[in-house]
């Protein structure tokens, strides 16, 4: 996560939608709906399978070479449009010999998900209620960003608030650096750490600022662009009105949902068939 002098408007306002009463999830995981997707897609699936370049084919004009290796050997196959879905900042892909390295980049945020089974340290929470949500003030980010509870696990039942303070808990906490649980737990029964670089840096622009508080590294007089969805565009194939290289991830530049990338992909499917 930002901090909320680091983060731009829109994107502060989306980051709070999941702790609303209206955000909803899949029973049993959400990554259910991406399978149920790739198996009606009837899609060829390469698990545990790197691309290593695409490149124009030199063998039929007009289509893309795509190059990958698995963990048995490489293989090369020509296609008439590839769409990449993967963020290319952070993947070492080949594409035209590199020409759209500029127009892609983007700084990433690092950070640390850490799921938690335990009994939270009574000091945290000295009286009432605990909030399902805490999230930290600036500057301030230590030992976490932002720890929600995401449910209360006492035999007894999780509607008391009190139960909840004194017995096991469900917690997902987001951090920049690795969690101390021994600074927020008294008892750890389980725990799972996921590092990741999990979206582009959101920016705000506030020239005001910058020009009263010229050495401040919160704001920003110019973002970068965001990154094009179109990379490269193929005119010389009739087999699809818009073939080429499609970016989904530029999308992200505004905000990164699993719910905004799904739109993006589905706008850049509607380009590759239909050419808008």
């Given at each position: 996560m930002q901090d909320v002098d680091t983060v731009n408007t829109l994107g502060a306002h989306i980051s709070m939608a999941a702790g609303s009463d209206t955000?909803?999830?899949?029973?049993?995981?959400?990554?259910?709906?991406?399978?149920?997707m790739l198996a009606a897609s009837?899609?060829?699936?390469h698990l545990h399978t790197s691309v290593a370049s695409i490149q124009r084919s030199n063998a039929t004009a007009g289509r893309y070479t795509l190059s990958a290796t698995s963990e048995d050997d490489g293989f090369e196959h020509d296609f008439d449009t590839v769409i990449i879905a993967t963020p290319l900042p952070l993947?070492?892909?080949?594409?035209?010999?590199?020409?759209?390295?500029?127009?892609?980049?983007?700084?990433?945020?690092?950070?640390?998900?850490t799921f938690v089974?335990?009994?939270l340290q009574p000091r945290l929470f000295p009286k009432g209620r605990i909030p399902?949500?805490?999230v930290t003030p600036y500057q301030t980010t230590d030992p976490f960003n932002c720890l929600s509870i995401l449910?209360?696990?006492?035999?007894?039942?999780?509607?008391?608030?009190?139960q909840c303070q004194d017995g096991p808990v469900l917690t997902k906490i987001f951090s920049h650096r690795p969690v101390d649980l021994n600074r927020i737990f008294?008892?750890?029964?389980?725990?799972?750490?996921?590092?990741?670089?999990?979206?582009?840096?959101?920016?705000?622009?506030?020239?005001?600022?910058?020009?009263?508080?010229?050495?401040?590294?919160?704001?920003?007089?110019?973002?970068?662009?965001?990154p094009p969805i179109v990379l490269d565009r193929n005119r010389l194939r009739d087999t699809l009105p818009s073939s080429g290289i499609f970016y989904i991830n530029g999308m992200e530049s505004l905000f990164s949902t699993m719910e905004s990338q799904t739109v993006a992909a589905r706008h850049v499917v509607r380009l590759a068939l239909a050419g808008a």
């Amino acid at each position: 996560m930002q901090d909320v002098d680091t983060v731009n408007t829109l994107g502060a306002h989306i980051s709070m939608a999941a702790g609303s009463d209206t955000a909803y999830s899949v029973a049993g995981g959400n990554y259910q709906i991406f399978e149920r997707m790739l198996a009606a897609s009837g899609a060829q699936l390469h698990l545990h399978t790197s691309v290593a370049s695409i490149q124009r084919s030199n063998a039929t004009a007009g289509r893309y070479t795509l190059s990958a290796t698995s963990e048995d050997d490489g293989f090369e196959h020509d296609f008439d449009t590839v769409i990449i879905a993967t963020p290319l900042p952070l993947a070492n892909i080949s594409i035209l010999e590199d020409k759209h390295q500029d127009l892609v980049a983007a700084e990433y945020v690092h950070m640390y998900v850490t799921f938690v089974i335990g009994v939270l340290q009574p000091r945290l929470f000295p009286k009432g209620r605990i909030p399902r949500l805490v999230v930290t003030p600036y500057q301030t980010t230590d030992p976490f960003n932002c720890l929600s509870i995401l449910a209360c696990l006492h035999p007894e039942g999780a509607g008391n608030g009190r139960q909840c303070q004194d017995g096991p808990v469900l917690t997902k906490i987001f951090s920049h650096r690795p969690v101390d649980l021994n600074r927020i737990f008294a008892v750890v029964e389980w725990h799972r750490q996921q590092e990741w670089h999990s979206y582009p840096k959101l920016n705000p622009l506030n020239a005001d600022y910058v020009h009263k508080d010229p050495d401040s590294t919160a704001y920003y007089l110019q973002r970068t662009p965001p990154p094009p969805i179109v990379l490269d565009r193929n005119r010389l194939r009739d087999t699809l009105p818009s073939s080429g290289i499609f970016y989904i991830n530029g999308m992200e530049s505004l905000f990164s949902t699993m719910e905004s990338q799904t739109v993006a992909a589905r706008h850049v499917v509607r380009l590759a068939l239909a050419g808008a």
